[in-house]
């Protein structure tokens, strides 16, 4: 059960199964949680935050018995689900694609502040923190711009 929910129920062993590698898998892993985002846009934003919340609780149950040291598998995308669910929380429109965008690429490029210390941490709360940091930079991202329109 743990290996189905750290593959984001399957999602993160498309890339190894279509193009033979791992890599990647993680954007498979945002856009599921993309797919659950727009199906919350309706949702009170406290639904989205306890969507987040359970799906990091999910990252850190599932992942546990997958990290070896500091290791990330790319397979493991429950982490990736958690952190964009994060970076959703009460947006819509404009706001939640750019919330996206921020959080998937802070945590591909691991430059933002926070995200590479994140990840160094020991076993699931490591694989899991630094996406959960990604997408709280691409929630305050979101925030502004929808502040801003």
């Not at 727009?38 to 949702?43: D, E, G």
């Not at 995308?77 to 694609?97: K, N, P, S």
């Not at 998937?104 to 941490?121: C, M, T, Y």
Request: hydrophobic fraction near 60%; charge should be negative; avoid cysteine.
């Amino acid at each position: 059960m743990q290996h189905l929910v750290a593959t984001g129920f399957g999602v993160g062993l498309i890339p190894r199964r279509v193009f033979k590698t791992d890599s990647g898998a993680g954007t498979f892993g945002a856009a599921l949680a993309a797919l659950i985002g727009v199906a919350l846009w309706s949702a009170p934003w406290w639904i989205d935050l306890l969507v987040a919340v359970v799906a990091i609780g999910l990252s850190l149950w599932s992942a546990a018995p997958f990290a070896d040291g500091n290791s990330d598998p790319n397979w493991v995308v429950i982490d990736e689900v958690a952190g964009t669910l994060v970076a959703f929380v009460g947006l819509q429109g404009l706001g939640w694609v750019i919330a996206l965008v921020v959080a998937r690429l802070g945590d591909i490029f691991k430059v933002l502040p926070g995200v590479p210390q994140a990840e160094r941490l020991p076993g699931a709360v490591g694989i899991t923190a630094d996406d959960v940091v990604a997408g709280l930079y691409g929630l305050v991202v979101g925030w502004v711009v929808t502040g801003l329109i």
